[in-house]
Each structure stands twice: as structure tokens, then as C-alpha cells.
């Protein structure tokens, strides 16, 4: 079975702070691919990223980075100097490769203060 | 359109009412994709399209959930008799192909959230 745990319900911040959000997931599959999405208040899913299950290579992309473990099933994010406009929900999903389906985590809240 | 685009943003109903929430799809897309998404839960997936069929249908959580797509294009998703369970935030996500591996990046829509007194 797959599953995606975010287990940081709701995670608060100054604006500045560097934050990391967990990804932790499960699934038997050999390739499969792992995505970041964000949630702003306007309620649209916005994709960040989308990661390969052989590219292990870490990626960054301006203040946002992105740590793949596969040894420990884990996908992190990491926003450096958070900003105001950062806060949203955060979602992880799996998707195996050649399917469809994604699984969603339950998601964390990102609240950066200013 | 540029996005995924769906209407209403809002609906609020009386419990026993049917109603209709569409989605049009980015231009081009032949895989959508509804899901639910309760409050402080994650997403939950209720239905797939691949053109106007519904290769997947296993997340529609009962009878009174269902779905139609037309022209491959706008889809709409009825629930009947609505009960106070069926409140919550329905989104739906298109992408090029269901199953391309390199292809299969769902862009989502606002949601509809649908309020059921």
C-alpha cells in the first residue's frame, strides 16, 4: 500500500527563518515519483516540484530546496528566509510510475509571521 | 483557458438538494481527475477521466456521487441528496495523459466549496 505522512500539522514562523517541512512516505513500488504542491488561501493546488524516484540529486530552486532520501523514505522542503507570501498548505504526494493516481498527504500549515 | 477553471467557488445548499459542480479543464488535457478535500484532511480522490471515460470511478464514496464528461473537455460532478457529510472543498486536476510517465503533472483547480445546511 502507499502512504504520505506529513506529520507537522501546522508550523509557525518569523519572517526570515529558514523552515523545513517533512515528507515521509511508503510504497512498494520501485519508481514512482514524489511532488510538493502548495495551497495559498485562494484554495488552488499550485505544483512545485516533481522528483523521480532514481534522481536522488537534492534541487534547489531560488528559496525553496528539496532533500530526497530514499534510504529513509523522505522528501523534504525547505524554504530559506521565509516571507509572508509563503504562507499556505504544503501537500506531498507519491504517484507510482504509470499510473494516475497521486496520494496525498494530509497536508502542513505554514504560517510565516511578520 | 489558461487554468484549470471551476465554477461555482462557492455553493451552499439544504440537505436533500442535488446539485452540479463543473470544471474546465486546461485546453488540451485529456486526464481529469475530482477529489474531495475535507477540513484538515488531505486530498481524497473520487474519480478519473481519460477523454469522456471513467477508467476509475473507485473513489466516489457513494451512489449519489456522479460524474460526466463531455467533448473530452468540461466535466461535471453531481451529488444527489445532499447530506451534511458532503460538505467540504472539491477540486478538480487535468494533465496531458493519464498514464505518461513524463506528462502526468495534475494542475488543479480553486475548488468548489460546497457548504450543505
Known amino acids: 500500500a502507499q502512504k504520505v505522512t506529513q506529520a507537522q500539522t501546522e508550523i509557525s514562523v518569523v519572517e526570515k527563518e529558514d523552515v523545513t517541512l517533512d515528507c515521509v512516505y511508503e510504497?512498494?513500488?520501485?519508481?514512482?515519483?514524489l511532488f510538493w504542491y502548495k495551497q495559498p488561501p485562494s484554495g488552488e493546488l499550485v505544483f512545485l516540484i516533481r522528483?523521480?524516484?532514481?534522481?536522488?540529486q537534492n534541487e534547489i530552486s531560488g528559496r525553496y530546496s528539496w532533500n530526497f532520501q530514499k534510504s529513509t523514505s523522505s522528501f523534504n522542503f525547505t524554504i530559506t528566509a521565509s516571507q509572508v507570501v509563503d504562507s499556505a498548505v504544503y501537500f506531498c504526494?507519491?504517484?507510482?510510475?504509470?499510473?494516475?493516481?497521486?496520494?496525498f498527504g494530509t497536508g502542513t500549515r505554514l504560517k510565516v509571521l511578520a | 483557458g489558461a487554468g484549470v477553471s471551476q465554477s461555482p467557488s462557492n455553493k451552499v445548499t439544504e440537505k436533500g438538494k442535488d446539485v452540479e459542480l463543473r470544471c474546465d479543464p486546461i485546453?488540451?488535457?485529456?486526464?481529469l481527475y475530482w477529489y474531495r478535500q475535507s477540513l484538515g484532511q488531505g486530498l481524497e480522490f473520487l474519480i478519473y477521466?481519460?477523454?469522456?471515460?471513467?477508467?476509475?470511478k473507485s473513489g466516489l464514496p457513494s451512489d449519489r456521487f456522479s460524474a460526466e464528461r463531455t467533448g473530452g473537455s468540461v466535466s461535471t460532478l453531481t451529488i444527489q441528496r445532499t447530506q451534511q457529510e458532503d460538505s467540504a472543498v472539491y477540486l478538480c486536476?487535468?494533465?496531458?495523459?493519464?498514464?505518461?510517465?513524463?506528462?502526468?503533472?495534475?494542475?488543479f483547480g480553486a475548488g468548489t466549496r460546497l457548504s450543505v445546511l
Open positions: 522528483r523521480n524516484s532514481f534522481d536522488e
Open positions: 486536476a487535468s494533465s496531458l495523459a493519464g498514464q505518461s510517465l513524463a506528462k502526468n503533472i495534475q494542475y
Open positions: 504526494a507519491l504517484s507510482a510510475v504509470g499510473t494516475y493516481k497521486y496520494i
Open positions: 485546453s488540451g488535457h485529456t486526464a
Open positions: 477521466f481519460q477523454g469522456n471515460s471513467a477508467p476509475d
Open positions: 510504497t512498494r513500488d520501485t519508481t514512482y515519483y
